[in-house]
């Protein structure tokens, strides 16, 4: 949930505007009542539709079981709290604002700082609005009950009289990652070379964590540390940990928030876990809070500017909020801080240092390395033994040599891994500037920033992501533990002495992350195990001694296929990657561009980065074609194996990854061939919406048993169950009217 009282700072500010084209309604509904009521059904309770288009909770339920719906689930308050970006993103194109913050039950001010704050959320939906009239109920006409029994014909025949059905409810996977764990005993971590090895929740709300839900419970503690994780994080705002100074209302329960911290980190120390929060400071104000300060003004930011750290009142304020925090809670592990880009910050955080007339001639090496000295600065006014990791996110070779010699002794340096790494994929040569497991780091650019560290005697961390990336983040992990196994074994070889395992996806306690804390400890003789020692210790642990050696197998195919992906920024950000076989199919061009890991539309040339379209279809099937040989591997071990359950899981997630990229896959031949005459194309398309139903099933049957699947924590559910029934609905409807 957003926090309400950030809502209160931003009252003031309008929902954004931006550009409002015409909405999309795909032709397989009769109207848009009938979307939305579909749409809603899982995520919205059924009284709150009806009042959203002025009718009865009656007339909503007749419209669902027209369609064939079965009776609508309970809903309750945790999940529309936990899956309001999955509702927002369902509505973009059914409803106008007003109605939107209507079916959320939230005010107009909450929807707009949830658009501009909540990880880029107006971003991610494309910095536009579809111009949604307002929507009200009608009885359907005779053509409309005709369409809702077509509808209803289809969704018996592929899904039987419950379809949409969750088996494995919504979010369950947190009440079970939240129990004790039964066995106490858990494998022995050993001493690791890499200390701290900390990731972020795998299911934390990103507004107010130390208010709202408890984003680290006992037993998921238990649980990271059974699998080496030694540290977690938490995105915190200094404001709402310590009193403002120049407006503390804007800070009310800040003394509760610290409470909630310590307790936390006391909880959390039990188990061997180090609490570490995440500075992205000061944040930038409103532009009527300088109209009285403007010697705090920096560079402006449309309705915002930033809080100029050049000001010695700022960096005051910096270093006492610090040292608040670190007195409350006086075994917190560190911080770690984001300087350029993400949030505007500093007058530099976004390039524009220029613009402030204190910041211009300072440049931005002596800026962001003078931020980080101000953050360690209230660590040591009340002699805290918390670590301060400057992470390199977003600096510029052009400035980062310089801001690394500038930082103060007794900072670390943490530098993500695989980026700048040259690789080249179906023969097109490209370098990785994203988070990447089909990249084994690390690249040139890490390497080059540690050595400028090392130079100083700065420690260093490497940040990498070990269980997902945006190339798959709907799976709790990527099952190309291979990769990772390298990849950790390439970061000890390095000198590295310290990994922040995971931004906000991938927190879940995995083999990833086992094989991560194996490769990283040594024997009795001092000597480090190979990757292959590591997953075999690993796949020993999980699914036993006799099927070890054959899961370990199954990753070398799926790691090997892994590195066949067309990996480039553009496509990690823009191609149906996340959504799969729930993305929609059109016969004509939307006009609509894909958004960054939001709604794909039928982009083609948005999603396939620098790859021609060929080769880019080319490469993700062979990159599904490796996930399912290695899916097969693993159900084929199920018969004779003690840990069933454990080798299903670990199929149906390798399965669920070929399905993604088979779909995208698919459905960018699709647009490729869409609107040809030729007798082939149209039967090729035949052929691909068919394949697209079948996918589409195969994933409905993985997801309604595993609540994890389609699910990241900043983007909540991708799709639910019901979505991928309304895939079938659209590639039937596509079928029944082509050519």
Known sequence: MVSTLLVSLLCSIPLPEGPSPEPLLPGHFPDRLHAFVWRNWDLAPVERMAAVVQTTPENILALGKAMGLPDPPAISEAQQQRTYITIIRANWHLLPYEQLTALLGWTESKLAFTLREDDFLYIKLGSLKPACEPLLYAPPDDEAVAREAAIAAVARAHFGDDAGAWIDPPLSFIEKLSAPLENKDMPPRGDSVFDPRYCYSYFALYGDPLLEHDPFPEGYLQRLASVGVNGVWLHAVLYKLSPFPWDPSISDKWKQRLERLNALVIRAARYGVGVYLYMNEPRAMPAAFFEDKPELR??????????????????????????????????????????????????????????????????????????????????????????????????????????????????????????????????????????????????????????????????????????????????????????????????????????????????????????????????????????????????????????????????????????????????????????????????????????????????????????????????????????????????????????????????????????????????????????????????????????????????????????????????????????????????????????
Request: aromatic content about 8%.
């Open 298 to 739: 920096g560079v402006p930011l449309g309705d915002y500017a930033t809080l100029c750290t050049s000001a010695p009142e700022v960096r005051s304020y910096i270093t006492n909020a610090i040292a608040i925090i670190c007195a409350a809670a006086p075994d917190l592990a560190g911080f770690f801080t984001i300087t350029a880009s993400e949030n505007p910050t500093n007058c530099w955080s976004h390039y524009r240092g220029a613009e402030c007339p204190r910041c211009a001639n300072r440049g931005p090496a002596e800026v962001i390395a003078e931020v980080n000295a101000t953050i360690l600065a209230g660590m040591r006014k009340v002699n805290s033994r918390a670590k301060l990791f400057a992470w390199d996110w977003g600096w510029r070779e052009d400035f980062a040599p310089e801001t690394i010699k500038l930082l103060p002794d007794g900072v670390a340096l943490m530098s993500v891994s695989e980026w700048h790494s040259p690789i080249s994929r179906g023969g097109v040569d490209n370098t990785v500037g994203e988070y990447s497991i089909s990249v084994v780091g690390p690249g040139p650019r890490a390497q080059k920033h540690w050595r400028h560290a090392r130079d100083r005697g700065l420690n260093t961390l490497a940040k990498i992501q070990a269980n997902n990336t945006w190339e798959l983040s709907v799976i709790p992990y990527i099952p190309a533990v291979e990769n990772v196994a390298r990849h950790a074994a390439a970061l000890r070889d390095s000198g590295v002495s310290g990994l922040m395992l995971s931004w906000t996806l991938g927190g879940w306690p995995s083999p990833n992350l086992d094989v991560v804390n194996e490769i990283g400890r040594r024997d009795d003789n001092g000597k480090p195990p190979t990757p292959q020692e590591a997953m075999l210790r690993v796949a020993q642990r999980r699914f036993g001694p006799d099927v070890a050696e054959a899961v370990v197998e199954a990753w070398h195919v799926i790691s090997k296929s892994f590195s066949e992906f067309p990996y480039d920024g553009g496509v990690v950000y823009k191609a149906p990657l996340q959504a799969g076989p729930a993305n929609l199919l059109w016969g004509v061009s939307t006009g609509y561009r894909a958004t960054m890991v939001g709604i794909p539309y039928d982009d083609l040339n948005g999603w396939r980065g620098v790859y021609p379209p060929e080769v880019f279809i080319s490469q993700l099937r062979k990159t599904a074609a490796g996930f399912d040989e290695g899916a097969a591997m693993l159900r084929a071990l199920v018969e004779n194996a003690e840990t069933t359950v454990a080798l299903q899981e670990e199929a149906n997630l390798a399965e669920t990854a070929a399905i993604h990229f088979r779909s995208v896959a698919n459905q960018s031949e699709y647009v490729l061939l869409r609107g040809g005459e030729e007798s082939t194309s149209r039967n090729r398309i035949k052929d691909i919406l068919t394949e697209e139903i079948n996918l589409a099933k195969r994933l409905y049957g993985l997801q309604r048993n595993d609540s994890r699947i389609g699910f990241e924590a900043t983007n909540h559910y991708f799709y639910t169950p019901l979505d991928l029934v309304e895939k079938v609905l659209n590639c039937m409807f596509l079928l029944e009217n082509a050519k």
